[in-house]
């Protein structure tokens, strides 16, 4: 699908995000500064990609342009209704200096399945593409270097129309800004511990589960604070319906490590966001000699699993941690801890492949990287 499929004069014609450079840009000592210690999702870059859509005109007014604040109507359907969807993508810089992202297409695919569900207008392939690129040319010097370093992407759209009957909008943007991303686990690979959520749920059947929206995260939260309080890192979420399958974290996707060596994630149920870390691990795994299955997978038998030994090893998976060992799980019931309280091997040794691929060090037999610069 193409950003051709919109209707509107745009209709035919590739679009091109032309570039108008800040005149103010962070000084190179500023952003040295920045790149030495980045965190997650503090700083930007010094631009953004933009492009407006109408019912009438289609996408149009399609640019890299300086980063800064939006102007908003008060009355934007977003602001109210929340219209919104994003997307989370990274841009890795090999060795050589080249920069590349991984699976964009993938990106720009469940976007427009998002757009679809949210009843926003798709982009396509093609844009989505041109404007991550342009982007990160007109901000490369952002791209970091070394470790696990990266410059996160976060194309989103949101309803601009000002209006308060309720339907989708006439009028959206979407955009894309870029944030420095240094590695996730600077010390080394940690387990994270996880709170498991049995008075509220992510997604139901019908419901927006598999799109990314900000509205699934917005009734997130309050679970989050309940990990927290209980002394945990994330939440764990379960089915809507009967409060028995495992479905997710807040934002990234589950795995499980088998005493045999096979692995098992949680099937697509329509409640579960399809995550493309999640997929890539699918083929990854398979590649090192692993069985992997998709099913149901209900809290007692990841319980009873750990209880026996059966279950060896638990990672979640996302692109902002890639892959996180989970060491902890704590409900009311009481808590389970996984193996020694150190990443488990399995878990290990697929992150490894994975940031291989990412990083240009293994040979990309998946056809999965995307050269941006
Ligand atoms: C984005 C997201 C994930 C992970 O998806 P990736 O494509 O692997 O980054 C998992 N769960 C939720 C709810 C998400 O929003």
Redesign the pocket.
Known sequence: MTATTSSGPTAGAPLTFPVTSSAAPVSEERRAEILAAPGFGRFFTDHMATATWTRDAGWHDTGVVPYGPLQLDPAAAVLHYAQEIFE??KAYRHADGSVWTFRPE??AA?MDRSARRLALPEVGEQMFLEAITQLVRADEAWVPTGGETSLYLRPFMVATEAFLGVRAAHEVKFMVIASPAGAYFPGGVKPVSIWLSQNYT?ASLGGT?SA?CGG??AASLVAQEEAYEHGCDQVCFLDAAENTYVE??????LYFVHDDGSIVTPELTGT?????????IIDLAKDLGHEVSERRVSIDEWRQGVASGRITEVFA????AAITPVGRLVSVDGELSHGTGAAGEVTLKIREKLLDVQYGRAEDTHGWLHRLV
């Open positions: 989370g993508l993938a990106n469940r992510r589960g990314k699934n995260y997710e974290l807040g934002g990234m996707n579960i966001l399809e995550g493309i870390t999640r997929s890539s998976c996302g692109t902002a």
